[in-house]
């Protein structure tokens, strides 16, 4: 799932505009384009909740996140993620029903939850935004994750 801190009145009309922008287009560009924003003046903190519907390794989820972080992030700044994941889950991997949530907190900002723990900060200029676009962007890792964004949204603002 996705998660957007709309307690600010920024993030409301940000979002507000982004839906209405959809629903005239008929798409979620805009909402998505909101979500992935970086600026200082149109930040606002989000967040990816991931719960799984199978027991997983900790490897099999850094191999997967780290197939487009990898080409997009430097080498410091996926290494520090992956020690965040890693060392976050343990040995036994994650069990089913078990989550993982990524917050991005400030524009160059990444805490790492595990099992509802926090695990890590990770300070980089393009992870925060890299880890989501993978969601939210051209080619997301989920497609009806993006398809369902503007209904979420909707729920989230109770509009």
Same mark, same amino acid.
């Given at each position: 799932?996705?998660?957007?801190?709309?307690?600010?009145?920024?993030?409301?009309?940000?979002?507000r505009?982004?839906?209405?922008?959809?629903?005239?287009?008929?798409?979620?560009q805009? &909402?998505?384009?909101a979500?992935?924003s970086?600026?200082?003046?149109?930040?606002?903190?989000?967040?990816?909740?991931?719960?799984?519907? /199978?027991?997983?390794?900790?490897?099999? +989820?850094?191999?997967?996140?780290?197939?487009k972080l990898k &080409?997009?992030?430097?080498?410091?700044?996926?290494?520090?993620?992956?020690?965040?994941?890693l060392?976050g889950i343990?040995?036994?991997?994650?069990?089913?029903?078990?989550?993982?949530?990524?917050?991005?907190?400030? %524009?160059?900002? &990444?805490?790492?939850? +595990? /099992?509802?723990?926090?695990?890590g900060? +990770?300070?980089? %200029?393009?992870?925060?935004?890299?880890?989501?676009?993978?969601?939210?962007?051209?080619?997301?890792?989920?497609?009806?994750?993006?398809t369902?964004?503007?209904?979420?949204? /909707?729920? &989230?603002?109770? +509009?």
């Amino acid at each position: 799932g996705i998660m957007a801190e709309t307690h600010t009145p920024k993030a409301k009309e940000k979002l507000r505009a982004a839906l209405a922008t959809a629903d005239q287009n008929g798409g979620s560009q805009a &909402l998505c384009a909101a979500l992935l924003s970086q600026e200082s003046g149109d930040f606002f903190p989000k967040g990816l909740h991931m719960v799984f519907a /199978r027991g997983v390794s900790g490897k099999q +989820i850094s191999d997967a996140l780290g197939e487009k972080l990898k &080409l997009n992030v430097t080498a410091a700044a996926f290494q520090s993620f992956s020690t965040a994941l890693l060392d976050g889950i343990g040995p036994s991997g994650l069990s089913k029903g078990e989550a993982l949530f990524f917050l991005w907190s400030e %524009p160059e900002e &990444l805490r790492v939850f +595990i /099992r509802g723990v926090f695990s890590g900060v +990770i300070s980089d %200029p393009k992870l925060p935004r890299v880890l989501h676009a993978g969601f939210l962007g051209a080619d997301p890792a989920v497609p009806e994750a993006k398809t369902g964004l503007a209904q979420g949204a /909707r729920k &989230l603002l109770a +509009i």
